[in-house]
């Protein structure tokens, strides 16, 4: 097959617009997440990583809206979230108890073309690391990474408070091959059989189980505010050059 | 919400604005004049609107005030977009 045309190549990028999406399934993920499946005729797919703005207007007009990371999407739909409370949210705590399926939203996307991994862009390794929800993009680019038969080294490194807040439990352990390797840290309690330690990362555990900077990974790293700016201060001490290092902040606590 | 974002959250606002997805374009700040993707700039949602400010520097780099049937946009902190055809 041969390369097309420049042009055609930024042409291919889906453009951002405001579609309706119909809500086909609610899942409940973990204790405090939901999986939402989308249904949007108008979807035009999006690249891992990308992310969509998802507004909500109440009956008196009021309207809010959130940027959430998707997690999958194909042209034509559906496209699938998942979705955190963040306990003094506007717009989460919504989507994970209220909201039903044949419910209709409004989503503006694909959004974003900094935090996103493409096929066959490099032969670099790839260092993944997802704080809590911070998974949902990466999750993406694992899942896309698999789906391109990739084969580049891909690690993702997922730091979680328990077990049962793993978010696509199910979908990341079958994407582990020798292409994909997975690291789970506990922070606050690891399963039975765990023989790791439990806690907080640490700058020693970071660069224990992470692609070490000499051979020159590009790393993606997504979470609360907090742990996005400690993990990039961390990996810098560690040698990665800040250009390798690309960031998506959510906020939080 | 309690603390900022990155200019990975200003895809929506700047995607009615401009044709293409700007967050991975390099901008150079119109105060320390370092260039960086935007995506990369310090963005405070709890304002009016948002603002971005250079993450080296911390000169506001834009802001984007979204007023209904009308956007206020100023990106008077930058000096330069690099945006690819």
Known sequence: MSAPPLTQLGRSRPQAAWHVATVAEVRRETSTAVRLTLDVPTWPGSEAGSHLDLRLTAPDGYQASRSYSIASSAPGGPVVLAVDELPDGEVSPFLVHEVRPGDQLEVHGPLGSFFVWRPGESDRPVQLVAGGSGVVPLYAIAAAHGAAGDTSPLRLLYSVRRPGDVLFADELAALRGPAFELELVYTREAPATWAGPVGRLDKEALAASTVAASARPRVYVCGSTRFVETIAAWLQDLGHAAADIRTERFGGL | ?85
């Open chain 2, 1 to 85: 919400m309690a603390t900022h974002l990155d200019g990975n959250a200003l895809a929506g606002a700047l995607s009615e604005v401009f044709r293409a997805d700007v967050t991975a374009a390099r901008a150079r700040c119109a105060g320390c004049g370092g260039v960086s993707p935007i995506a990369r700039a310090m963005v405070y949602p709890d304002a009016p609107g948002l603002v971005a400010r250079c993450a080296s520097c911390d000169q506001v780099l834009a802001t984007i005030v979204d007023a209904g049937d009308r956007v206020f946009l100023s990106l008077s902190g930058m000096s330069t977009i690099e945006l690819r055809r």
